[in-house]
């Protein structure tokens, strides 16, 4: 079964920590892609990473950070000295081609960043 | 370049009134998707065109739901006797179509229509 499983639901940290938010898959294809978008109190999904499943080379955007590793299925994400803007619902994606032409979602993780 | 848009913004109606969403996808974009989005829940796909073309129509909830696209461009979700358990964020992504199947695809999301049925 197609799967993607982000296990924390909620989680509070004050401006300037870092935070790392996990998303497992569960894929029993070989080719998939996975992405993050980020969702603000606004509502709109911003795109923020692709990555191919022949890819593992971490990546670095400014402050943010993902590590993918296809051995623990994981393709976590790092924010590195949050800010308040930062807060958002973050939603990890599965896609592969015997998806039915649906991204496979996580259940997202609410980011709460105290100033 | 202008996003993805989407209109109404918001929208009331009454129960068993009918209602029209409407997408505007990126320019030169071939691919269209629709979701909705429930208060507090993931994202619930809909359905998916390559250009006017919609593979797939299983997604769509029931036969409430129908959706067409036009000149490869304007996509509209219509819902037909609105029910109150259709009340959700109706969103709409396009992708450029620019590889060979669709799951490669990076999906860009517009700002989504909140409907609410009374």
């Known amino acids: 079964a197609q799967k993607v499983t982000q296990a924390q639901t909620e989680i509070s940290v004050v401006e300037k920590e870092d935070v790392t938010l996990d998303c497992v898959y569960e894929t029993r294809d070989t080719t998939y892609y996975l992405f993050w978008y980020k969702q603000p109190p606004s509502g709109e999904l911003v795109f923020l990473i692709r990555r191919n499943s022949f890819d593992e080379q971490n990546e670095i955007s400014g402050r943010y950070s993902w590590n993918f590793q296809k051995s623990t299925s994981s393709f976590n994400f790092t924010i590195t000295a949050s800010q308040v803007v930062d807060s958002a619902v973050y939603f990890c994606?599965?896609?592969?081609?015997?998806?039915?032409?649906?991204?496979?979602w996580g259940a997202g993780t609410k980011l709460i960043i105290k100033p | 370049g202008a996003g993805v848009s989407q209109s109404p913004s918001n929208k009331v109606t009454e129960k068993g009134k009918d209602v029209e969403l409407r997408c505007d996808p990126i320019?030169?974009?071939?691919?269209l998707y629709w979701y909705r989005q429930s208060l507090g829940q993931g994202l619930e796909f809909l359905i998916y065109f390559q250009g006017n073309s919609a593979p797939d129509k299983s997604g769509l909830p029931s036969d409430r739901f129908s959706a067409e696209r036009t000149g490869g461009s304007v996509s509209t979700l219509t819902i037909q006797r609105t029910q109150q358990e259709d009340s959700a964020v109706y969103l709409c992504a396009s992708s450029l179509g620019e590889f060979r199947n669709w799951y490669q695809e990076t999906q860009y999301f517009g700002p989504g229509t909140r409907l609410l049925v009374l």
């Open positions: 320019s030169g974009h071939t691919a």
């Open positions: 994606a599965l896609s592969e081609l015997d998806s039915n032409y649906q991204l496979i």
